[in-house]
């Protein structure tokens, strides 16, 4: 079955304490990108990246980090989570970044930095 | 960007038909329209796409007005299921893929 996986779906931390959320598709997608979502706001790309090893910003990348080292996996990572990282994050994939596909979503992570 | 304009919310009754609508009178001509949906507690779900003619899939069919300025999502039976925020988005590339606030469609029993 086509899918995007992210663990963990839930995560409590600590402000400071180093975190990584990972996500991985098994469609062989060249397309990633990470989103968070929070209420009133919409979804906000955060990072994405267009093949292995090619990572770049999205709008709201700070205190953010990504890696691509493998075409399935899409790791993020949050070097010192802070409470404004409190929010729901969703990982997508897409066969390519043109708009003439679809895009497949994790079912998301729910993070609380207190 | 191209801007959007859908109810804030629509009601429907099970095994009913449900037409969900979409301004986007700012559409670039290289803009793909896209459905995607999004139960609560889950991440958003693809329905349909398309570029200037009508679709069909085995969730929706999508019909597109001929100006392109406009379009209508059609779920042909709405089951308990379907109950979802309901998103119409024009996209070019996935760089600029920008989810409004949406339709909430309740699905009455």
């Known amino acids: 079955e086509a899918q995007v996986t992210q663990n963990p779906r839930y995560l409590i931390t600590v402000t400071g304490k180093k975190l990584t959320v990972t996500c991985s598709q098994n469609m062989n997608h060249e397309y990633m990108s990470w989103y968070r979502q929070d209420p009133g706001l919409g979804l906000r790309q955060i990072y994405y990246s267009m093949n292995v090893e090619v990572t770049d910003k999205g709008d709201v990348p700070e205190g953010y980090k990504v890696s691509r080292k493998e075409k399935r996996n899409f790791p993020l990572i949050l070097e010192s989570p802070s409470p404004n990282q409190t929010s729901l994050y969703f990982c997508a994939s897409s066969l390519s970044i043109q708009g003439g596909t679809e895009a497949f979503f994790g079912q998301g992570t729910r993070l609380t930095v207190v | 960007d191209a801007k959007t304009t859908q109810p804030n919310s629509m009601e429907s009754n099970e095994e009913e038909p449900v037409h969900l609508p979409c301004n986007h009178s700012?559409?670039?001509?290289?803009?793909?329209i896209h459905w995607y949906r999004q139960l609560p507690s889950q991440g958003p779900e693809y329905v349909i796409h398309g570029l200037t003619s009508n679709v069909n899939n085995r969730m929706a069919s999508l019909a597109i007005a001929e100006d392109r300025k406009s379009s209508t999502l059609i779920l042909h039976r709405a089951t308990l299921r379907d109950a979802a925020v309901y998103y119409c988005?024009?996209?070019?590339?996935?760089?600029?893929?920008?989810f409004g606030s949406g339709t909430k469609l309740n699905v009455k029993p």
């Open positions: 988005i024009p996209l070019y590339n996935f760089n600029k893929f920008y």
């Open positions: 700012t559409i670039s001509g290289t803009d793909y």
